[in-house]
């Protein structure tokens, strides 16, 4: 009876333990039409976290499968008391990633057979631990600018 007890409340610490520290709030894709004749739309992914833990995470990469091909694609992450651009997840509480498809903007990746069309992942590191945090649910939006 004492080992089953053990083993349970062995079990129940390995999970909680691997909980993710990172937890998305909200996913939006807007479709941007820039306000110049010559200029093509593009898709801006605003992408809004929150970390539970106060511990420090580093964003490697951004990888987006549309239309059947993958892009890693320049991102910018700031919190959301602060105006400032981060480089890193520093302590707890929320924060906003925008990612930009758009010309220039990003690379394409050849390894894309097996992707999810409409997958976003967040690659990061804490503790010299890779994760990553896959969205592939939003919202989508149009942004007229002028």
Not at 10 to 33: G, P, Q, R
Not at 90 to 115: P, R, T, V
């Amino acid at each position: 009876m004492i080992k089953k007890i053990l083993i349970l409340i062995s079990a129940l610490f390995i999970l909680s333990s691997c909980k993710s520290n990172l937890e998305v709030l909200s996913a939006k894709k807007k479709i941007v039409y820039p306000g110049l004749a010559n200029q093509k739309p593009y898709t801006k992914f605003v992408i809004e976290i929150k970390a539970k833990n106060p511990v420090i995470a580093k964003i490697d990469s951004i990888v987006l499968v549309e239309n059947n091909k993958c892009y890693k694609v320049d991102f910018l992450l700031s919190s959301k008391t602060s105006a400032t651009f981060l480089k890193e997840v520093s302590k707890s509480g929320n924060y906003s990633i925008e990612a930009l498809l758009k010309e220039g903007k990003y690379k394409e990746l050849n390894n894309c057979s097996n992707a999810e069309n409409g997958k976003l992942t967040i690659f990061y590191k804490i503790n010299n631990e890779n994760k990553k945090l896959e969205v592939d649910s939003f919202t989508t939006e149009k942004e007229f600018k002028r």
